[in-house]
């Protein structure tokens, strides 16, 4: 696992365990705090205004009705990438321009389509055979040579990134925070040279894909949800109604109550992260929130582990235990989260008591950049457009599968990502 991780990212945080771990993660958790989040607003701001200008174009000039059904994945793959471009490491990719670009080419073929099926057992068998059996099983394969290649193009691009982000010296974007940061730090402490190289592989793959999806997953349950999309829209419109200036601020997003429970409760519904595998540093005990009976008929209320153990953390199932989020967990109610029962509720996630961002020191560094996206994408788009779903057949009917380790809206029979909607204008 391990080895793959660092074929792909190189020697950044994903890849990190143990020691190396802490001390990465010591110096990159200040580049993801909130005021310096914060500070990356206007640019989340000019990106989704771009996604509703090309949107409306596409729309009103594909259909004089002024709507369409639109593949929204494909156009918030396009701005989470620009975003994490300039925000994450000063590139611009001007995907949402039209431009093409060889690192969004090399991007793109990592991740297309679902797994055939003999990978999907080696992954399996992955932890179970001995490294050496699944270096003969690996290493000649097709997969292994492209991401050989990936890695290669990813390190002489990102060597150019941070050699440029040194010689300018004051950029905003994370890299150019982290760089700074690393400088000053006890030499013992810091990064190395390839460690930092290695992080804009790890922000790339960490901090795009994942946000688009997430979003897509969004407007398919507001597509379904209308007076839902009311409510949100209701709730835009009542702030702007006490301002005299354009943009929203930080505080006016964080204000929308109901909208953050929509998006909190699209997390809870659709974590694109379904399952994570963890592995035990020493031997530990588990403790169960309420006893369980195993196979023998013996009543536990505590696992022990032994170190080296692998556990997976089902992320899935967690976010939809009815114990925990009542009878009604299979249905999309925000209003869950304005009235919640908190003494019901462990303290579980760095995020809205869920799962989808994991927890603990290696939970996800970039929850506040995710949220934050999420929420000025969400409030320009709702502004300016109605999401419906289109009439359901088997070509547009949507299940969730596993891309790119992720899980995407698929259609059957399909091999890329797909979430066709009927978008309106509201412009009149
Ligand atoms: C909705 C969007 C996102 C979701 C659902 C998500 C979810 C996750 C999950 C489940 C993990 C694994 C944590 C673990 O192993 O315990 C993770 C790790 C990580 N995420 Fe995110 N993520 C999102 C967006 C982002 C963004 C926007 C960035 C960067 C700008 C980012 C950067 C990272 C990094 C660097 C790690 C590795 C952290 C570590 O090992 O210490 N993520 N994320």
Known sequence: MQKSTEL??????????????????????PAFSAPQMRTFLPMFQDSASKLAQMLKEE???????????????????????????????????GSLDGLENPLRKQNESLFIGTPPRYRLILKTLWYYLPELLLDLIYLPTPRYRQLRRYSAFMRNFSQGIVERSIIEGDGKDVMSVLLRANASEDPRRTLSDIEMVDQIATLLFAGHDTTAKSLTW????????????????????????????????????????????????TLRLHPIVNVMH??????????????????????????????????????????????????????????????????????????????????????????????????????????????????????????????????????????????????KSLEE
């Not at 369409?68 to 000063?90: H, P």
């Not at 540093?281 to 505590?302: M, N, Y």
């Not at 992720?406 to 797909?418: F, I, K, Q, T």
């Open 8 to 29: 792909m990212f190189g020697r950044g945080l994903v890849w990190a365990t143990g020691e190396i771990h802490r001390r990465q993660r010591g110096i990159m958790n």
């Open 59 to 93: 729309v009103i000039d594909a259909e004089p009705s002024g709507q369409l059904v639109v593949d929204m994945i494909g156009w918030l793959s396009r701005t989470t990438l620009d975003i994490i471009g300039e925000l994450g490491f000063g590139f611009q990719f």
């Open 218 to 265: 969004y407007l398919y349950e507001i597509a379904r949800n209308p007076e839902c999309q009311e409510r949100v829209r209701a709730e835009i419109a009542a702030i702007r109604a006490n301002k005299w200036v354009e943009k929203l601020s930080a505080t006016d997003l964080e204000s929308m109550a109901y909208t953050l429970a929509t998006i909190k409760e």
């Open 278 to 423: 963890k592995e035990a540093t020493r031997d530990d005990v588990i403790p169960l929130s309420s006893p369980i009976v195993t196979k023998s008929g013996e009543q536990v209320s505590s696992i022990p582990v032994r170190k080296g153990t692998l556990v997976d953390l089902a992320v899935g199932v967690y976010n939809r235990l009815p114990e925990i989020w009542g009878a009604d967990a299979n249905e999309f109610k925000p209003e869950r989260f304005l009235d919640i029962d908190k003494s019901n509720h462990s303290n579980i996630g760095v995020f809205g008591n869920l799962m989808t961002f994991s927890s603990g020191p290696s939970g996800c560094i970039g929850w506040r950049f995710a949220v934050l996206e999420m929420q000025t994408i969400i409030v320009t788009l709702l502004e300016n457009f109605e999401f419906s779903p289109p009439p359901q057949t088997e070509k547009t009917r949507i299940y969730r599968k596993p891309a790119g380790g992720l899980m995407a809206p698929m259609v059957e029979g399909g091999r890329c990502a797909w979430m066709g909607l009927v978008v």
